[in-house]
């Protein structure tokens, strides 16, 4: 018996195998805001819940806080109203995620089981008056096991365009796609010149949404066979960049 729960755990880790069920982390339903007193903004250790996932907002910086404004949920049909001081997307009217100030949102499903990503829509959200160069952030999406980092894949969004940032589809590789993962991270750094991008100067800030996720046959039958408790904690990602 110890053998083949052993054997299940390890699989779990593994590139999952057979026909996935597809899901899409809009932000448009229904937002549970119970563990984010001041949303839409976001601070440090808030989680929001929507559409079967949990997001939840780090500082990653020394001495972070609680309450540490590091995000948003941004209705992007009143940008006016809810990106105050901010140079936010044009080209989506629907309900998204935004993190700020070098924010980092790590996003798990609330029924536990492991998933994939295949693709999200991103765009760069600058401060009023900053001047941004044609490449403005890096952007570094993170897949973990329950343990470990499994892979990480950047992606570089554009600067300005007309002065307008707009809303692009980014899809991560072949090989990562088909990585099942507990928990997925999204961390910017924001560039200052052609070959230098950080996360020091709260510039790197960015808009998430259409997160594109399978669940593997295999990980639904394992989370059926075993339940919840079978993979033990989840470790929630705090570590510094």
Request: net charge negative; hydrophobic share 45%; aromatic share 10%.
């Amino acid at each position: 018996m110890k053998k083949m729960l052993k054997t299940v755990l390890a699989t779990s880790a593994l590139v999952a195998l057979g026909t996935a069920q597809s899901a899409v982390l809009t932000f448009d339903g229904a937002i549970d805001t119970t563990f984010a007193p001041f949303a839409p903004l976001l601070g440090h250790l808030d989680e929001i819940q929507t559409d079967g996932f949990w997001i939840d907002m780090y500082n990653t910086k020394a001495g972070a806080s609680a309450g540490d404004l590091v995000g948003a949920v941004i209705n992007g049909a009143d940008t006016a109203a809810t990106c105050a001081g901010l140079v936010c997307p044009s080209n989506n009217s629907s309900t998204y995620l935004a993190a700020l100030n070098d924010g980092l949102p790590d996003i798990g499903r609330l029924d536990g089981k492991t998933f994939q990503v295949t693709q999200f829509d991103a765009s760069f959200i600058a401060a009023s008056g900053d001047v941004v160069l044609p490449t403005s952030l890096l952007l570094r999406v993170e897949g973990y096991s329950a343990t470990a980092l499994l892979f990480q894949e950047d992606f570089y969004l554009p600067g300005p365009v007309g002065g307008a940032y707009s809303f692009a589809t980014y899809s991560l590789s072949a090989a990562n796609a088909a990585i099942a993962v507990v928990d997925i991270a999204f961390r910017g750094y924001a560039c200052t010149t052609a070959t230098t991008c950080s996360r020091s100067l709260d510039k790197a800030q960015f808009a998430l949404d259409n997160i594109t996720t399978a669940v593997p046959e295999a990980s639904t039958w394992m989370m059926m066979g075993l339940g919840l408790a079978a993979f033990g904690a989840f470790a929630r990602r705090r570590n510094a960049a």
